[in-house]
């Protein structure tokens, strides 16, 4: 479960910097990891919708675990647009 969450959660890597210029250019992309010493990130990014429509998508993405019994533990995770972070 660990290893799934850090697949899904990791947004900032090479590959994936490199496919969003393939599909959407020179639009915004920006990822702010551990925000004030939380489990927390902040992402941005600009979507290329058509040629003429272009998006920003702002979202703060948590997660947490949290110890079930001695058989194992759970992963939270839960995001929200960035408006919502306090």
């Not at 660990?2 to 090479?14: C, G, I």
């Not at 010493?37 to 997660?63: C, I, P, Q, Y």
Request: avoid cysteine; charge should be positive; glycine fraction near 6%.
């Amino acid at each position: 479960a660990e290893n799934l969450l850090a697949e899904v959660f990791e947004l900032d890597t090479y590959a994936m910097q490199q496919k969003h210029l393939e599909i959407n250019g020179n639009l915004a992309r920006k990822i702010r990891k551990n925000v004030n010493g939380t489990r927390s990130m902040h992402f941005r990014t600009g979507v290329k919708l058509t040629a003429l429509d272009n998006r920003l998508f702002e979202s703060w993405h948590v997660w947490k675990k949290t110890i079930v019994s001695s058989a194992g533990s759970n992963f939270m995770v839960g995001f929200v647009p960035l408006s919502e972070y306090s």
